[in-house]
């Protein structure tokens, strides 16, 4: 295994490196491989790479040069997959060096990039990273912001602030930016988790009655995302909401009133 991994038909050898990894705890294998993988231009092929650097610790030390080297510029990141493997080069590099000026300016500007509405996900994915990172991204808190205003991106905004600045955020304009999103249909589910993660014990009573018209009204809360019929994921909707209620204390753990199953 140990010789596919070195000198075996070059497509086979990322796989086989990271099986001997896996199974021997070799890391020379997949350190070489990384170094050629990162020193290409296919972004989804910088991004396994840099993704696969979590499982080395820091044994990967040796490719931050690597890494850093394949960054995109502002010239040639605009595309949805070179802007991901940014996002994951950039959470490499603060993996090894803890040091937020390798990542924050990464996700900043993919954040600046990604405002138009398809490229949701890479905003969401980006936020996903600000939170990662914790209060050493403090400064993205404006960017992260203006991503309350949209509601398919709510969600991940609100989970990336409270991460960021925990105690400095007005968390009555983050409940409002999650419901809406429910309401709007936009990411029911994530503003569930956005909800959850603020505290719904904390929400004052319009709030919580916004979320009990979520969870009690016959019309559907569409579901983008979540796998099954359209009744199926409202049924987990509406279940994790009564849950969210329930630590809230506003209904009963015994109440459970289900929607019609017919469309």
Aim: with cysteine.
């Amino acid at each position: 295994r140990r010789g596919a991994a070195v000198s075996g038909p070059e497509e086979g050898r990322f796989a086989a490196a990271r099986a001997l990894h896996g199974i021997a705890g070799d890391s020379g294998p997949l350190l070489t491989v990384l170094a050629v993988e990162l020193a290409g231009r296919d972004p989804r092929r910088l991004r396994e790479a840099a993704g696969a650097t979590d499982g080395l610790g820091q044994d990967a030390a040796v490719l931050l040069p690597a890494l850093r080297s394949a960054l995109g510029t502002d010239e040639d990141g605009t595309t949805i997959p070179r802007k991901d493997a940014d996002l994951e080069i950039a959470l490499a590099l603060w993996r090894l060096t803890g040091d937020p000026d390798d990542a924050v300016p990464v996700i900043a500007r993919v954040l600046a990039q990604a405002e138009s509405e398809w490229m949701r996900w890479t905003a969401v994915r980006a936020a996903k990273a600000a939170a990662l990172l914790g209060p050493a991204a403090a400064s993205l808190c404006p960017a992260l912001e203006r991503g309350l205003a949209v509601p398919e991106r709510a969600p991940a905004m609100v989970l990336a602030l409270l991460a960021v600045d925990p105690s400095g955020r007005d968390r009555t304009d983050l409940a409002d930016a999650a419901l809406t999103s429910a309401e709007r249909h936009a990411d029911a589910m994530g503003a569930l988790d956005a909800l959850a993660a603020l505290g719904p014990e904390n929400l004052s009573r319009p709030y919580l009655d916004r979320l009990t018209d979520l969870a009690e009204r016959d019309r559907r809360v569409w579901c983008p995302g979540l796998s099954g019929s359209a009744a199926e994921a409202d049924a987990r909707f509406q279940e994790a909401a009564r849950a969210l209620l329930r630590t809230a204390g506003t209904i009963s753990a015994g109440t459970a009133t289900a929607r019609p199953t017919t469309a």
